[in-house]
């Protein structure tokens, strides 16, 4: 059988109708750039996360660098972070000039270790990004004792994990900021690149909805020094199916990573806190002999991932911040024995079957 790491085409399929439609009302009023779309899909996304704003951007990434530029970041500034996450979480720190602050993680979550963060902060600190990896929110009460103890603003990359809840608060409500990612691939995604952020803060939210529309008050008046960073009408219109349908897609993870944990021998399987609901954006085993099991799994027709086999401390590009190999020990073992398994909504029965037992084996 063919098994897809995640089944988009399934996706499509199924919400396949509406979304046409949605498109097609794109097409025939031509308005592609921002319009009643976008303000639909604004308004739905907060009334789901259940902040008082939601300002939908062009991806994740711009995502990050608005929510950094809304409270001011400069060349010098430094941004605690983890250096078990997708490069975008440091690299917009970096492209804005500051230095991300690296921190290791928990063994049992892969989040963000909070009683690891207090000896990093320096009176260069302005922000903590915890990312919720994988699609479960980091321990973020911690993490917002020590930011309101050294007045520190906290920004949940949450690329990863929107829908999942902490302590009954949805992912993206949990900080002074939260950023998602709209990415094909994400537990919600578009047809192209996409993302949002969201605030209760009235100052914050009118700062990045005038930075991302090139720092424009109204038309050809400029305040700030902005970026293009405004999400089309097409993926707008792809959203407003898919979050219809979001919830029930979610419970269906739920169900698949329950099978999964139970029928998966021999392996390290992920582990949730008991006060969060994980998204499952990527489910994920550790393994004694990754790259045997990766190559059995490639000769039996599974597809896996690897997520992420060189850690941000050891990547070229950050070799200016003098980090080392031993320096972050609990993400450095993580990333040498991690491999992810397929994972959406639409994987069937009879597939996960299949790929439970060719990792049995």
């Excluded at 219109?237 to 021999?266: C, D, F, P, T, W």
């Excluded at 393994?287 to 401390?313: F, M, Q, W």
């Amino acid at each position: 059988m063919k098994i897809n790491f995640i089944d988009l085409q399934g996706q499509y399929k199924k919400y396949k109708e509406e979304i046409d439609i949605e498109i097609k009302e794109v097409l025939d009023s031509s308005g592609y750039i921002m319009g009643p779309k976008i303000v639909e899909l604004e308004n739905k996304l907060a009334e789901f996360v259940g902040t008082k704003h939601a300002i939908a951007c062009s991806s994740g990434t711009d995502a990050l660098i608005l929510a950094l530029m809304s409270i001011g970041i400069k060349p010098g500034d430094e941004i605690i972070t983890t250096p078990f996450t997708f490069i975008a979480t440091a690299e917009t720190i970096a492209f804005l000039g500051a230095i991300p602050v690296f921190v290791d993680v928990d063994e049992k979550t892969y989040n963000i270790d909070p009683a690891l963060i207090e000896s990093k902060i320096t009176d260069k600190t302005k922000a903590i990004i915890p990312v919720s990896l994988f699609g479960q929110i980091s321990d973020m009460d911690s993490i917002a004792m020590i930011a309101k103890k050294y007045n520190l603003k906290v920004i949940e990359d949450a690329a990863q994990s929107f829908g999942a809840e902490y302590k009954d608060r949805k992912s993206c409500n949990t900080s002074d900021i939260g950023t998602t990612s709209f990415f094909p691939a994400k537990p919600l995604g578009c047809y192209g690149d996409g993302g949002a952020v969201f605030t209760n803060d009235d100052n914050i939210a009118e700062q990045i909805r005038i930075i991302l529309n090139h720092g424009q008050t109204k038309r050809y008046v400029h305040s700030h020094v902005g970026i293009n960073g405004r999400l089309d009408a097409i993926q707008a219109g792809v959203l407003n199916v898919k979050l219809k349908y979001y919830n029930g897609e979610i419970s269906k993870r739920q169900e698949i990573a329950k099978k999964y944990n139970e029928k998966l021998k021999n392996v390290i399987v992920p582990f949730v806190e008991d006060n969060n609901l994980s998204v499952w954006a990527q489910y994920c085993i550790r393994v004694d002999n990754r790259e045997e099991i990766l190559a059995k799994c490639s000769e039996k027709g599974v597809p896996t991932g690897v997520y992420y086999p060189i850690p941000l401390h050891l990547q070229e590009v950050f070799n200016y911040l003098g980090y080392k190999d031993g320096d972050f020990p609990i993400t450095e073992k993580i990333s040498k024995d991690i491999m992810a398994l397929p994972m959406s909504a639409f994987l069937t029965n009879e597939e996960q079957n299949y790929i439970i037992e060719v990792i049995n084996e």
